[in-house]
């Protein structure tokens, strides 16, 4: 064909017999290995539960809700979470490609949030995760959340 400027333009033809839709977990971070901790622990009038964990070959993603049953405001820094295994420290890393469900820094009172935080790959085994944040005037920095891979199922 023609461009409106009178030049040439080729395009190659594609054609397709299925087309199946996909998203950046199966293309671009496939798990490895899946389990479901439900690992719940309370702080500060925060209940956190860590449901699921999922390793993959360049990221660990852990899946994450909180309720907020304190009588303030919470804020949860879970860009300055860490995760720890076998005396190393893992930085939270935010995924701009995976569009994952992000946990917001603000929890209102009696709300329920839920999200993934994403850290790098680590080995399929326990570890802890630190977080900082306060919940009206108590500030709390190194709140620690255990997670026991070793009694999950796949």
Do not use: W
């Amino acid at each position: 064909g023609q461009n409106a400027f009178g030049g040439e333009v080729t395009c190659p033809t594609i054609k397709a017999s299925v087309v199946e839709e996909s998203n950046y977990i199966d293309v671009v971070s496939p798990t490895l290995a899946s389990f479901d901790v439900n690992t719940k622990t309370s702080f500060y009038g925060l209940d956190m539960t860590i449901e699921k964990v999922e390793f993959a070959k360049n990221e660990t993603r852990v899946y994450t809700s909180i309720v907020n049953n304190s009588s303030s405001i919470a804020n949860l820094y879970a860009n300055i979470s860490s995760l720890v295994q076998d005396g190393k420290q893992f930085e939270y890393e935010y995924n701009y490609d995976g569009e994952y469900e992000e946990i917001p820094d603000t929890i209102n009172v009696g709300v329920t949030v839920s999200g993934i935080l994403t850290y790098p790959a680590i080995d399929q085994s326990d570890f802890k995760l630190v977080f900082c944040g306060n919940v009206g005037d108590d500030y709390f920095e190194g709140q620690e959340v255990s997670v026991s891979i070793s009694e999950s199922v796949s």
